[in-house]
């Protein structure tokens, strides 16, 4: 444990350009090079050093703080204590909403037959401000639950794609296809989990516990009855033939 991080963290104003070296503590100081100067903390080295290190007797030896303003903020916050210096709680606003939405046979379902949703989430990255500090979100779907509006729940790791990018037969099961079994009016919800990480000033990405959720728009449809119908010839290619 470094015993000068909460003097540390206290003041990054000293860092106004990048340093050159690392400080040392003595006392409880805490000695930081910029530029050709050496800032000294309380009960640092008495004589006044020139460079990026600093010597005291009987000092005790501390790793390079930091090199620039953003990454002294990025101490703060791991310096922060107890618990997490930024939670989903900060960066729920930030969440991406689902780019496509859809569902097949579209705008209506067929009672008994599976009827196929999709939706597209991509990992996307958001600039923001944490502790006054330029930074960046990263969010990563995981996690994909449809509710089909009938006590029902549909959860995917996956978005899901249409038949044809599947490439199967209309009213094929899917991954995230659901049969209805009575015919009505039904809303459909989608929520997607992201993941979340984050990072201060171009420094390392840092995992934030838990998941971000995000309700898309609802789809309305209506699920019909279907009549079996025999008909004289394919309706898909010849829709004059008698039934079609």
Known sequence: MLPARAAIASDCSILQAQTTGCGEVSGGGVDVGVGNNVVGGGGGESGG???????????????????????????????????????????????PGVSVQGMEPRGFMVVGLPTNFYADAQPSTVSTTLLGT?????????????????????????????????????????????????????????????????RIGGGAWRPLAGTVPSTSPPLTASAKAAKTVLVADDCGRRRISPGC
């Open 49 to 95: 050093g020139v460079g990026g290190s600093g010597s005291a007797e009987g000092g005790v030896e501390a790793p390079c703080i930091a090199t620039s303003v953003e990454l002294c903020n990025e101490q703060r916050l791991e310096a922060s204590a107890p618990g997490p210096a930024v939670t989903t709680r900060e960066i729920a606003h930030l969440v």
């Open 134 to 198: 330029p930074a960046e979100v990263r969010f990563t779907p995981v996690s994909f639950t449809w509710d089909n509006g009938d006590g029902s729940t549909t959860t995917s790791g996956s978005g899901g794609a249409t038949w044809a990018a599947l490439g199967l037969d209309e009213f094929s099961e899917t991954e995230t296809s659901h049969v209805f079994d009575r015919a009505g009016d039904y809303t459909i919800s989608l929520t997607i989990l992201y993941s979340a990480e984050y």
